[in-house]
């Protein structure tokens, strides 16, 4: 079975930081492009980052460019976003998805075969 399951998630203050973990099992991730998308209520699902397949191409919204990391660790077959600087509006459900996905559509979740049940980050003081 084909399965994603993010940890990690988590209150914290704001300038904080977290780093999501997403465990692959069923597949393996090095084969698909990767992704982290998120959705605050009453908003809809958006690309925070994303990484191709082979780690080909990398994608950040800019709203974290300088302050979210991904990376891909292959023999645990996990995916990570590391978080730093956190400001309240980063305050959501996150989730991990993997596909095969074309490097120019990396932020576009349709292209997302597979997803995670999904981690809550909240950034409040």
């Known amino acids: 079975q084909l399965q994603l399951v993010e940890s990690g998630g988590g209150l914290v203050q704001p300038g904080g930081s977290l780093r999501l973990s997403c465990a692959a099992s069923?597949?393996?991730?090095?084969?698909?492009?990767i992704g982290w998308f998120r959705q605050a209520p009453g908003k809809e699902r958006e690309g925070v980052s994303c990484m191709g397949i082979s780690d080909s191409s990398t994608y950040y919204a800019d709203s974290v460019k300088g302050r979210f990391t991904i990376s891909r660790d292959n023999a645990e077959n996990t995916v990570y976003l590391q978080m730093n600087s956190l400001k309240p509006e980063d305050t959501a459900v996150y989730y991990c998805?993997?596909?095969?996905?074309?490097?120019?559509?990396?932020?576009?979740?349709?292209?997302?075969?597979?997803w995670g049940q999904g981690t809550q980050v909240t950034v409040s003081s």
């Open positions: 069923g597949f393996t991730l090095d084969y698909y492009a």
């Open positions: 998805a993997a596909g095969w996905v074309p490097s120019g559509s990396l932020d576009d979740s349709r292209e997302y075969a597979y």
